[in-house]
């Protein structure tokens, strides 16, 4: 994704700020497909990656066979995400990504997970030290800005599945069942024992139910 690793992020504005929004992140992610010469596929995208598929979806159509989110949604961030994304980037600015990473993925992963997969708890934490912290920002900036897409799954233009997890700190089950409410053409699936990372949590599960949609 723009901004995380060691890939650069989306060119500065004219006020100079940069921001990684899901338009910019679809555009991306289609560009990579040209490069690997691929004409369409199956788009999987987790979390914030979720947002950028659909995306892909309302902006490149023809792209997508299907579409996976992976533990994410439709929908804008409330007035208060909205503002936990701002501090998270004044202490990105003060030189405390780490400090955000060490605290917030272990609230990725369903209690009972954390000691069995402390050493890829771990492993992650140190990964996010690689990001650029520019580049986490701009992304921080484009969820916050991002629009609400929900009516592109009410079209039901391109198959969905929808994938959660039963213990998933991000969405909670009133945000599970709005979901299901909302978007009744969408293929539902719950991972048991699983927070917000059931391919790490769950994996067997989660390939199957995959393997299943995609057919």
């Keep these: 994704m723009p901004g995380h690793g060691l890939t650069d992020s989306a060119p500065a504005g004219e ?16 560009a990579v497909l040209d490069c690997c010469g691929v004409d369409k596929a199956v788009v999987c995208g987790h979390s914030m990656g979720g947002y950028a598929a659909l995306q892909m979806g309302i902006r490149h159509p023809e792209r997508c066979s299907k579409i996976v989110l992976m533990h994410s949604h439709p929908y804008p961030d409330p007035e208060e995400k909205a503002e936990d994304r701002k501090r998270e980037i004044a202490l990105i600015y003060k030189g405390k990504l780490s400090t955000i990473a060490d605290l917030s993925i272990p609230k990725m992963y369903h209690p009972n997970n954390l000691s069995r997969l402390e050493t890829k708890i771990m492993e992650t934490v140190e990964l996010c030290e690689m990001h650029d912290p520019e580049g986490i920002a701009a ?75 995609i057919g």
């Design 15 to 30: 006020d100079g700020c940069k921001v990684n929004g899901m338009d910019f992140c679809a555009d991306v992610a289609c």
């Design 139 to 213: 992304s921080i900036r484009g969820m916050q800005q991002r629009e609400d897409t929900s009516a592109f799954l009410v079209s039901g233009s391109i198959p969905v599945m929808m994938i959660c997890g039963d213990n998933d700190a991000f969405a909670p089950a009133e945000l599970r069942e709005k979901m299901q409410k909302d978007f009744p053409k969408v293929r539902f699936c719950l991972i048991a024992d699983a927070g917000h990372n059931s391919f790490i949590e769950q994996p067997q599960e989660t390939y199957q139910q995959l393997c299943d949609f």
